[in-house]
């Protein structure tokens, strides 16, 4: 599908605003010809034939004509700005929706920068093309058309004359048009690459400070920026080689009616009035070829702007998230079976390797390895964020590619090493997967996470905004809200990813035993480095370079004397407790 067709979908949903806007368009143009016409009457029959009971007739008919003009192209132009505006909003949704919809890979090697870039300053071309640069078009050639229908009307030798040049102008146009159209592709991408240091250099603004090295942040920031620079630059290189001839080509207009027109009057086969009418009617004919450049440059620009946001909307997702009517409550079996895994990005580096194991409902996993033995990849595995390469992870017996996506992730709730609390109030960040908890079930919530002390204490308890644009909250109060926010969506199958390792042991330890009771009757998966955190799991997997090199319950990986058992011991040393016995408290 072209550009201009892919726009029309868009466009075409407002046909009840552009039908009336167009026809108005048409009435401006016929109403453009009155004055140049009124103009030549005034020399002709007022002045040369001393008519001059026809002067005020024919400058309030000219008066009121402009004016009438005036009021129409207002109305037309606030119209398309309309039609503009319900364009950007229809594919701002689109976009948005689409968001939504893909997966962890297309946000893996996609920056925020490059989406916003999209969002922003990509919509803004588009706003421009339909809302501006479409009437504009439009009357353009309007103008030109009528301006020669009436003009030939008039005197046809001295028209052939002017549109002559026509040809050159397209000549010229195209030229520019094909020059600009990689440039305005270039500038897009320069913008979204600044776009994305920005939107990094905020994000990690506390990184930048503590390593004090904002010289370095800015130096990256200018080659960015002065790279932005240049393609502008360019593009307006390209305009400003093209725009002269064009302005010199209508400037030939007046040279071209001023002599050949001049010859004519002088000759007796033209009327002096017809002249003046004829020099009235040139900025019809000079208008649109002075704006052919600026509408070119934006047309190219609206271009590489559609590219870029069509490739996004085209953007494919290997898991997609379909709607199902029958919604199935999942038990919470889960079962590995010879799983295998590798990054799409890098299918080189095997990640998992051989991963069985099962998971009854109500029983609790414990899973310790070392850092980046695959640990959270083995959790996103369950929750399809990614799919096995080869192998299958089945949940309550059925293969999880054959769960519709959102039952299945609605009903599996991970508790993600990166925390992320919305500018929302500590309420509404809670209840996030479940709008319609009731506050006790909150409250409850709460006591168990060991939050509820902390969130009272806060300047507007509940209601506290957190968040980028609120209080600012510790690492282990994040991770104590986002538990909350977990246990209050009573998800049948429940995955906390490190979910408290910025707590003291004590309070750890509180968490555990308020946890037990609702734990029981849920699938529980629990990712930890302090083995008093997995030691009173159903069973422990041990993973190191993407294999379970260990399994068992805490006792047995005692008796194994192995990694878990080393663990333990050592941290049992930091703690300075003696001995390695199975029951001692770590
Ligand atoms: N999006 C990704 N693309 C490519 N490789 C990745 C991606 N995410 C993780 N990896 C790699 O996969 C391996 C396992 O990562 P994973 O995050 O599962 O480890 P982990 O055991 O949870 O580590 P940690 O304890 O540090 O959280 C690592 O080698 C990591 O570099």
Redesign the pocket.
């Known amino acids: 599908m072209g550009t201009f067709q892919w726009v029309w979908q868009y466009i075409r949903r407002n046909m009840k605003l552009l039908i009336p806007a167009t026809l108005l368009i048409f009435v401006n143009a016929a109403a453009i010809v009155v004055a140049p016409l009124i103009g030549g009457w005034i020399i002709d029959q007022v002045i040369g034939q001393g008519h001059t009971e026809r002067l005020v007739p024919f400058l309030l008919i000219m008066i009121g004509v402009t004016l009438g003009r005036t009021i129409v192209r207002y109305i037309y132009q606030v119209i398309f700005e309309q039609v503009g505006q319900n364009v950007m909003w229809d594919i701002r949704h689109d976009l948005f929706e689409k968001l939504q919809k893909l997966d962890?890979?297309f946000f893996?090697n996609v920056s925020t920068g490059d989406i916003m870039a999209r969002m922003t300053g990509d919509m803004d071309a588009i706003r421009n093309f339909v809302a501006w640069d479409s009437y504009n078009l439009i009357e353009c050639v309007l103008w030109f058309v009528t301006a020669i229908l009436v003009m030939g009307s008039i005197n046809w030798p001295l028209t052939l004359a002017l549109a002559a040049l026509t040809p050159f102008i397209g000549f010229l146009t195209m030229h520019m048009s094909n020059e600009a159209h990689p440039v305005y592709f270039q500038i897009r991408e320069a913008f979204a690459h600044l776009n994305s240091m920005v939107e990094e250099n905020i994000s990690g603004n506390r990184v930048v400070k503590a390593f004090t090295r904002e010289p370095y942040e800015i130096e990256k920031f200018n080659k960015l920026n002065d790279a932005y620079k240049a393609r502008n630059m360019d593009a307006a290189r390209v305009s400003r080689r093209y725009l002269p001839p064009l302005d010199i080509l209508a400037s030939m207009l007046s040279v071209i009616v001023l002599i050949l027109g001049g010859f004519l009057v002088i000759k007796g086969a033209m009327t002096l009035g017809d002249l003046v009418a004829f020099n009235g009617f040139l900025w019809m004919l000079n208008q649109p070829m002075r704006m052919s450049g600026w509408l070119i440059n934006d047309v190219q620009r609206f271009s590489a702007s559609t590219i870029k946001i069509r490739r996004m909307l085209g953007a494919k997702s290997s898991i997609p998230v379909q709607d199902s009517e029958h919604y199935q409550k999942l038990q919470g079996y889960v079962t590995f079976d010879h799983v295998n895994f590798?990054?799409?990005?890098?299918p080189e580096?095997p990640?998992?390797h051989d991963i069985s194991f099962t998971v009854k409902p109500g029983e609790t996993m414990g899973i310790l390895?070392?850092?980046?033995?695959?640990?959270?990849?083995?959790?996103?595995l369950i929750a399809r964020f990614y799919d096995p390469t080869s192998g299958e992870v089945l949940i309550d017996g059925k293969n999880a590619k054959d769960w519709p996506v959102r039952q299945l992730r609605d009903q599996i709730t991970i508790v993600m090493?990166d925390l992320f609390l919305f500018s929302d109030t500590i309420q509404d960040n809670i209840s996030y997967g479940n709008r319609q908890a009731e506050p006790q079930l909150i409250q409850h919530m709460a006591d168990v996470a060991d939050a509820s002390q902390f969130i009272a204490e806060m300047p507007d308890g509940y209601d506290t905004v957190v968040g980028e644009r609120g209080v600012g909250l510790s690492g282990g109060q994040k991770q104590r809200i986002s538990l909350t926010r977990a246990l209050v969506k009573n998800p049948s199958i429940l995955i906390l990813?490190?979910t408290t390792s910025a707590l003291d042991m004590e309070t750890e330890a509180e968490i555990q035993k308020k946890l037990s009771p609702i734990t029981q009757k849920k699938t529980t998966f629990i990712?930890a480095?302090r083995i008093s955190s997995l030691r009173h799991a159903d069973q422990i997997i041990v993973?190191k370079h993407?294999d379970i090199i260990e399994r068992g319950t805490h006792d047995e990986l005692i008796a194994k004397h192995g990694y878990y058992f080393d663990t333990y011991q050592k941290q049992l040393g930091a703690l300075g407790v003696k001995g390695g016995e199975s029951n001692g408290e770590a």
């Open positions: 962890f890979t893996n590798e990054y799409a990005d890098a580096v990640v998992l390895g070392e850092t980046g033995s695959g640990k959270s990849t083995l959790m996103n090493q990813d490190d990712i480095t993973l993407g």
